[in-house]
């Protein structure tokens, strides 16, 4: 009996799995679980709200048309920036009717405005028709404004050259927390540019829009042009009511009026919040230069339509307490002997971190600037960062505490390279262990002893960014001559002169024939790169003599092709470049194969040799990948990288490809192919010269997140 009560148990134990195994099925699909997860995450207003702030016009007009709810929910969120820089995008908003409609509607719930001067003068005629301004009137809805007996008149439109397409009336705006304006400009005969409508005073305008936002943080102006010292003054009226606003640019384009009158006038008169000030002359244009108490000049006067909108002139009262949110402070002079005018700003600013000192090269400013780095170093002792590399920051890196600087940059094309110079080697004698950041850009010339004292001194740098135009770089024997010591480099953007003539070596077809000299020179700047465990993003450009290889501006090469054979035996036996070489040497020659047609165009063909290919020890030759294997927080490899030029098509394969993706896991863009060449702006047609190797064709498709083409810009 017992094996019987054994199989009993067996069987009612199998009966209970079968059923406990039943209870935990999944229960069946009812038609709400089917609903997809999109369409429950855009039901929640507040998370469509947040995925639409990251979304372009394009896609939130999209998403807006897919429901009611959507509808309401983007709608605000699409109109809460407005940008009329476009003029063509412009243009179409203004000449559509049922544009105008749906702007009438939505017209309050602009935060953010760009805008011209064209578009500006539409908006604010529109906003003065609104019947705000008059309770008895109806809203016009064309362009004709239609009036009864019994109704007051409305205000008449403006005198102006341009007829306002706008065929409805907006409200005040009101809800402005960034305006951005720059003047309208169209290309003149002769090549230059000048104001497509320098007859429209647009200073009284944009102080309108001042008046109606005072919750602006943000405002910045390009070439707007001060026509009379009244305009200039109700402007600096209005900015005191500004108690949000935070960033100041201003460009303005002075006439009748002495620059360094209004900037001291405005310095004075900037709101407790502001944290960022830069206020720059784009053009001083001769006149009669007048004080901001002088008499209207005839015709230059307060706009008709705004007076009684913006008020009369006031006199402007003085702030007596300092800007302690002043972080970054820029301000530039049409004359050297107002900048003695910044000792007594900063003495205002005691938070100031950025400061950009003014570049004059003159003997009575070696006085002011001396006055002004004392002025600087006692008053802002927040001070971590410089702007400018001229001979006032020479003098504040002398007067500040050792190791208290963090970062010097350089935008400007009229810093002189001596300055420059002299600048950048007083940073590594005191501040080479808490400099962290060098960006030189728009500079003419950076000279390799500047350079020099960055690599070898400055420990803690990590960002060394040095460009400009034209091609600014850096000769190679420079780069080697001692180790560097800013092994925590994670940016480095610079460009390597080679100057060699550089001769294919048709026999081997496999490397471009080197010099011995330029080898042991190319190994100990691979082996400094290669030292680099911390770097991020690296930008290698190459600038070369020889026009066979690369134009100056390293995007177009340009061939000579009936090269004859002796001038290529001179070339081959040419030693090493002298220092007086000048880019300018040896175009007699281009330009006569020009005129004979000899010439032909096609993509850069410039490469640093070997340092992309791991070689072959069957051929004998030298490879110099491996070398970077501890690049391996390595992000975005870009300049002279591209894997299609004449030494790159033979020398970097699949092997190549492979070990990048082992060695460099985190890298986002490689610019393997070069850019898509624009005719006058508009692609052209893909040529046989175009077709992509298979090798690289295989690596995008192993990563197609990683960016493989050079940017055309």
Same mark, same amino acid.
């Given at each position: ?12 134990? %199998? *009966?209970? #799995? $079968?059923? @406990?195994?039943? !209870?935990?099925?999944?229960? =069946? ?6 609903? /997809? ?102 809203? %016009? *809805?064309? #362009? $004709?404004? @239609?009036?009864? !007996?019994?109704?007051?008149? =409305? ?6 050259? /341009? ?551």
């Amino acid at each position: 009996m017992e094996p019987t009560s054994k199989r009993v148990r067996h069987g009612q134990a %199998t *009966t209970a #799995a $079968t059923k @406990t195994s039943a !209870s935990l099925k999944e229960p =069946p699909l009812t038609p709400d679980m089917t609903t /997809l997860a999109a369409q429950t995450l855009f039901s929640i207003p507040e998370l469509a709200e947040i995925i639409g702030r990251f979304l372009n016009k394009k896609d939130q007009l999209h998403l807006s048309m897919t429901n009611r709810l959507l509808h309401r929910t983007l709608t605000p969120l699409f109109w809460s920036s407005l940008d009329l820089f476009n003029k063509p995008q412009a243009e179409r908003l203004l000449r559509s009717p049922a544009a105008h409609q749906v702007l009438g509607k939505n017209f309050y719930r602009i935060q953010e405005l760009k805008i011209q001067t064209s578009t500006l003068v539409y908006l604010i005629n529109s906003m003065i028709r609104h019947p705000e301004d008059q309770p008895m009137a109806t809203t %016009t *809805t064309s #362009a $004709t404004v @239609t009036t009864s !007996s019994s109704e007051p008149a =409305p205000i008449p439109l403006p005198e102006s050259p /341009l007829p306002n397409p706008l065929t409805v009336t907006l409200p005040r705006m009101t809800r402005l927390t960034s305006l951005e304006f720059k003047t309208e400009q169209i290309p003149d005969g002769d090549d230059s540019i000048k104001d497509a409508y320098p007859e429209i005073s647009v200073m009284p305008r944009l102080t309108w829009l001042l008046h109606l936002n005072s919750s602006l943080t943000q405002i910045r102006v390009s070439g707007c042009r001060v026509r009379s010292p009244y305009d200039a003054h109700l402007f600096i009226q209005a900015l005191p009511s500004l108690t949000s606003l935070r960033d100041l640019d201003l460009n303005f384009r002075m006439s009748a009026v002495r620059w360094e009158v209004v900037i001291e006038l405005l310095f004075f008169c900037l709101p407790l919040s502001v944290e960022n000030v830069s206020l720059c002359p784009s053009k001083l244009e001769d006149g009669i230069p007048l004080s901001l108490g002088s008499p209207p000049l005839p015709g230059g006067g307060q706009d008709t339509e705004l007076a009684g909108l913006i008020g009369t002139r006031r006199a402007l009262g003085k702030r007596y307490k300092p800007l302690e949110r002043l972080r970054r402070l820029q301000i530039e002079f049409g004359r050297w002997e107002d900048t003695q005018l910044l000792c007594l700003f900063v003495q205002d600013c005691p938070g100031l971190e950025t400061f950009s000192p003014p570049l004059w090269n003159h003997d009575g400013y070696r006085s002011i600037s001396a006055d002004l780095a004392q002025a600087v170093v006692q008053h802002c002792p927040r001070l971590r960062g410089l702007n400018s590399c001229g001979q006032a920051s020479s003098n504040i890196v002398d007067a500040l505490p050792q190791q208290s600087l963090e970062f010097i940059a350089n935008r400007s094309r009229h810093s002189e390279p001596k300055e420059m110079a002299l600048c950048l080697q007083a940073i590594s004698r005191s501040q080479y262990a808490s400099l962290r950041e060098v960006r030189i850009e728009e500079c003419s010339h950076v000279r390799g002893s500047a350079v020099q004292a960055i690599l070898w001194t400055c420990v803690g740098l990590e960002t060394l960014v040095i460009k400009g135009r034209p091609c600014v770089a850096t000769r190679l024997k420079h780069l080697v001559e001692k180790d560097w010591v800013c092994t925590r480099l994670k940016t480095l953007e610079i460009t390597v002169d080679l100057r060699q003539v550089r001769v294919p070596a048709v026999g081997l077809a496999t490397m471009p024939a080197v010099y011995d000299a330029t080898w042991t020179m190319l190994r100990r700047f691979y082996c400094q790169l290669g030292a680099l465990t911390e770097i991020e993003v690296l930008n290698l450009g190459i600038k070369s003599k020889e026009m066979q290889w690369l134009d100056e501006n390293g995007q177009e090469r340009v061939a000579i092709v009936d090269k004859p054979k002796s001038k290529r035996r001179q070339a081959r036996n040419q030693g090493e470049e002298d220092d007086s070489w000048s880019a300018d040497d040896d175009t007699s020659e281009y330009n006569t194969a020009r005129a004979k047609g000899s010439v032909v165009a096609s993509n850069a063909d410039a490469t640093f040799p070997g340092l992309l290919s791991l070689g072959d020890e069957s051929t004998g030759r030298a490879g110099y990948l491996n070398w970077l294997a501890g690049l391996t927080k390595l992000r975005e490899l870009r300049g002279h990288v591209q894997a299609t030029t004449s030494e790159t098509l033979r020398t970097v394969g699949q092997r190549e490809l492979e070990w990048m993706l082992r060695h460099w896991p985190k890298l986002e863009v490689e610019e393997l192919l070069p850019a898509v060449k624009t005719i006058q702006s508009k692609p052209r047609r893909p040529l046989p010269g175009d077709k992509i190797p298979s090798h690289i064709v295989w690596f995008q498709q192993q990563r197609p997140d990683i960016h493989i083409r050079k940017d055309s810009s």
